[in-house]
């Protein structure tokens, strides 16, 4: 079992960044597979971004592509999500996930442990 805690969100204004940070615990970090999602009021989770165990890899949803970048960092047990450029369409709960498997995926059933989640709002 992994535990997970998000941090990093905010109010912010179009064109600003943040970064979010996704603390891991319980079984070995370096186990799994991440990823970010996000939820906005009245609409589905969507994916965001995806690394691998190693952070060999990593996917994006097309709209955060070269605007978002996921680390991690294995020593501290924790992920990334620096996000710049923001939009107000980028407005929802970031939530980040695990999954026990070597490639990153987009599909949410791929993963297996889930964080409560972390505000972004982004006004325009």
């Known amino acids: 079992q992994v535990q997970l805690v998000e941090s990093g969100g905010g109010l912010v204004q179009a064109g600003d960044s943040l970064r979010l940070s996704c603390a891991a615990s319980g079984r070995t970090f370096s186990d799994y597979s991440m990823g970010w999602f996000r939820q906005a009021p009245g609409k589905e989770r969507e994916f965001v971004a995806a690394i691998s165990r190693s952070a060999g890899t990593t996917i994006y949803k097309a709209s955060v592509k070269g605007r978002f970048l996921i680390s991690r960092d294995n020593t501290k047990n924790t992920m990334y999500l620096q996000m710049s450029s923001l939009k107000p369409e980028d407005t929802a709960a970031y939530h980040c996930?695990?999954?026990?498997?070597?490639?990153?995926?987009?599909?949410?059933?791929?993963?297996?442990?889930w964080g409560q989640g972390t505000q972004v709002t982004v006004s325009s």
């Open positions: 996930a695990a999954a026990l498997r070597p490639l990153p995926s987009s599909g949410a059933r791929d993963y297996d442990h």
